[in-house]
């Protein structure tokens, strides 16, 4: 499985972005999809996830209610639309997918996913 990820670039705080992350491979809907993100000088951390069907998603407190995770299963690819942005979600933000089922409790853990995407950056400015 192969993750493009797509759609960063340069916002003011409070505008809006929408990532991409395109999946090659013909089982991309049975998979587990999630995004991650690294800010400068600091570990990568979950931002959201979303189950196979689109039925269960999963978010960070710090981007609830302003960040929404959703996928179309026939063009294999799943989103991140971000809303008020802050200058704190500056960061790469990867793309990831699960081919193996993930219990709730570890759907935030990077340990979890199999698949990673090259990353895409976003900046932030205040």
């Known amino acids: 499985v192969q993750l493009q990820a797509s759609g960063g670039g340069l916002v003011q705080a409070g505008g809006s972005l929408t990532l991409s992350c395109a999946a090659s491979?013909?089982?991309?809907?049975?998979?587990?999809m999630g995004w991650f993100r690294q800010a400068p000088g600091k570990e990568r951390e979950f931002v959201a996830a979303?189950?196979?069907?689109?039925?269960?998603?999963f978010a960070a407190d710090s981007v609830k209610g302003r960040f929404a995770i959703s996928r179309d299963n026939a063009k294999n690819t799943v989103y991140l639309r971000m809303n008020s942005l802050k200058p704190e979600d500056t960061a790469v933000y990867y793309c990831?997918?699960?081919?193996?089922?993930?219990?709730?409790?570890?759907?935030?853990?990077?340990?979890?996913?199999?698949?990673w995407g090259q990353g895409t950056l976003v900046t932030v400015s205040s």
């Open positions: 990831a997918a699960a081919a193996t089922r993930i219990i709730n409790s570890y759907i935030r853990t990077e340990s979890a996913y199999d698949y």
């Open positions: 979303i189950r196979w069907s689109g039925g269960s998603t």
């Open positions: 491979g013909r089982t991309f809907s049975s998979y587990t």
